[in-house]
């Protein structure tokens, strides 16, 4: 029932959220990530413009990662039903990058189960962001996360 | 013994290469192999590199074999 | 950009979810609840089968409460923009009965206003549920909320 | 003076209505209407009656005025 995965075609959150409606469970979380155009520098107040993402994964080994991570989600939430799918290649601006799903029960552990996996993948899954902007690109720095995290 | 190098983001760039074929002596750890790496592609050497020995994560004393797949990488940023 | 609405029809989550990509965006936390066909009672471990749920609502008022709270949200987290749409009547097992998604900066705020805001509508938006079983039907008790939340 | 009273959810599945019209004397509270209603509605008794005045939550204390709207229901389930 778990999803992990990675793809190259545009990602609809709607099918994610949906696909699985486990009888047992009264609410699903859905985290949808995007590229967002303006980014506010918070040392500074400046804003920066971005064009455009472009994502690397080592592929193998991200879905190895988001499988473990899945794996101990599901022991150390009461949940039922998770689902992760990353965008690889350029990604637009508002599309989505990333979605993490999860069904349950009650909605508490739902909220807890979305938002410890995604700081998860954020933390292990082997995936690279470069951000393109008007006058140059670089490759997303995780320790200025405030700033980059969906 | 033969290695697999593959490199990641940042560090591919760096190295301006994804994949290395490299004959290293025994007893070689990662954090040694790194080491020759930094020294063959200077421009590694200003990146923080991270490592996994047959897709998983390992750290710098992780002794290597014959035929391993190590690969090295910035710090991830997916999300 | 916020939405507050009742409807008598089937809710898309992948449409509100994403109705609004603001460009100053980059994360939307959407919680989706439905009817659960089996629940478990944590008193005595029995498990009740629903067959279908009907909500009803004092509209005008409702309407009212959940502008009030989407006006609450938005002074008390960084985010950018609500929709909280509730279904009204007869509603099938799995099918949503409520959503409210965020869309904001960073996904930390949008997760704890989503949280806030499905709590709050639970607490005060003046609408009842009513469960329909094989052998009978009752108003949800909000006492037992930890039962019946979706 | 007159009140317009809506009943919802299981208040009206007790009274078996779900709009009322009441002539009241002045300076009758929220909590007195109830007390009126209950008397009228006998199976209104076992139930916890919340309430609003013009769409708005109220307290029992509260006094109404000619033409209010009343709304008295069971705590809210929504969700």
């Given at each position: 029932m778990d999803i992990a995965e990675l793809t190259n075609r545009p990602i609809s959150v709607g099918d994610v959220a949906r696909r699985f409606v486990p009888e047992d469970c009264g609410a699903t979380v859905t985290l949808d990530g995007y590229a967002r155009r303006f980014t506010r520098n918070?040392?500074?107040?400046e804003i920066r413009q971005t064009q455009y993402l472009v994502y690397e994964a080592y592929e193998q080994m991200a879905l190895k990662e988001m499988k473990k991570m899945i794996a101990r989600a599901k022991t150390a939430f009461r949940i039922s039903a998770v689902a992760v799918i990353h965008r690889l290649g350029r990604v637009e601006i508002g599309e989505t990058s990333v979605v993490v799903s999860v069904a349950a029960p009650h909605r508490h552990e739902a909220f807890a189960a979305c938002s410890w996996l995604i700081g998860e993948l954020k933390r292990t899954v082997p995936i690279w962001k470069k951000e393109v902007y008007s006058d140059g690109e670089a490759w997303a720095e995780p320790s200025s996360s405030l700033g980059t995290q969906p | 013994m033969n290695l697999k190098i593959l490199l990641f983001g940042a560090a591919a760039e760096a190295a301006k290469n994804r994949d290395l074929s490299y004959s290293v002596g025994q007893d070689i750890t990662v954090g040694e192999l790194i080491e020759i790496l930094r020294r063959d592609?200077?421009?590694?050497?200003?990146l923080q590199l991270l490592s996994a020995v047959n897709q998983e994560y390992a750290e710098a004393e992780r002794r290597l074999n014959d035929g391993d797949e190590v690969a090295l990488f910035t710090p991830v940023s997916g999300g």
């Open positions: 918070l040392a500074n107040g | 592609y200077p421009p590694l050497d200003s």
